[in-house]
């Protein structure tokens, strides 16, 4: 059920700080020094003990697969392989016992992602746990062990609350581990946790200011391409806004990681390309300011997401979005909300069919 809203998708942009919150529920203790992850107790030993962690996903959750990269990287000190399961599954690629693979699927459905963790499976000894966000589903019975989001049943083709929740159970996993492995302090532990706590208050102040969003959104949707741009944990988050335009708007977008830009794309820009720049106040920041002066140089348009209060981008982009301030490393919980309302708007604005749109199913059963 819609309820009052035009779209499922507008809705299930609008569901995210509860569905988050679903997502925390019975995993978070009530003072936040812990976390419990009840599925994934029995192996938690392989997990702390990993050699490595490789995750397998398409679409939308390969994108909160890269965002979780970076904080397993961080938090737990595990290196860590991002793959497209389409692509992995037909390499010969190498794996030891003591790998942890991580099957990322909303529907648990997708035929590539199915069809790699069954490789794995034949051909290793490694771990598989899963992410999926319909119980029951192929790869929640195929893994050996998993974490569900419970984001609620997603009907947009579009994925928007699958993918911040997903990007939760992965961040929750993250900190267990690192805590676990003594890489996160006691109390910083806390801290952390408390951090991801206060998300969904943040996004309910984004959702406040959605009007104020689409008015930015409508100058932008007769362009026909566009680029999104970020750097560190914000750049699977400009995949993520490319993605969600292309799909729903027919527009051409792409993303990149904004120091890449000069190797290429920016010989794309001229007046009538926007870009999107997720430039919140983090370790980057001055990178990425530097980064919206050369879109400047050459008449692009800049459409900044940057933290709230923030002076200086304000002169220089053409339209500047504000998110509160949160923890650095979970700022794609929040920017990405900005770009998926962007998106729809644009899409509703051209007249598409935001729930279907063409080309695509809601679950990927084809290889
Ligand atoms: C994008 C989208 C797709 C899916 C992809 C994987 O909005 O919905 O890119 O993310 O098909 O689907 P799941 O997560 O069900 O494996």
Known sequence: DKGDYEHFMLK???????????TFRGRISMDHSKIFLGGILDVLPSLINARRIIILACGTSWHAGLVS???FEEYARVPVEVEYASEFRYRKPILYPDDVVIAISQSGETADTLAAIRMVREQSEAT??????VAGSSISRETDAGVYTHAGIEIGVASTKAFTAQITVLTMMAFLLG???KKISDSDYV?????LTEIPGKMRE?????????????KYTNVTNSLYLGRGVLYPVALEGALKLKEISYIHAEGYPAAEMKHGPIALIDENMPVFVLAVKDDSYEKIT?????VKARNGKVVAIVTEGEKTLRNM??????????HKSLSPLLAVVPLQIISYQIAVMRGCNVDQPRNLAKSVTVE
Do not use: M, T, W
Not at 290 to 294: A, K, V
């Open 12 to 22: 299930e942009i609008h569901d995210q700080p509860s569905s988050i919150e679903d």
């Open 69 to 71: 990269e970076y904080l």
């Open 128 to 133: 598989i746990l899963g992410i999926c966000n």
């Open 179 to 181: 805590h676990r492995k």
């Open 191 to 195: 801290k952390l946790v408390n951090a």
């Open 206 to 218: 984004i959702l406040n200011h959605e009007g104020f969003i689409k008015d930015v959104a409508n």
């Open 290 to 294: 530097s980064n919206i002066q050369e």
């Open 317 to 326: 982009a053409d339209d500047v979005i504000e998110i509160p301030a949160c």
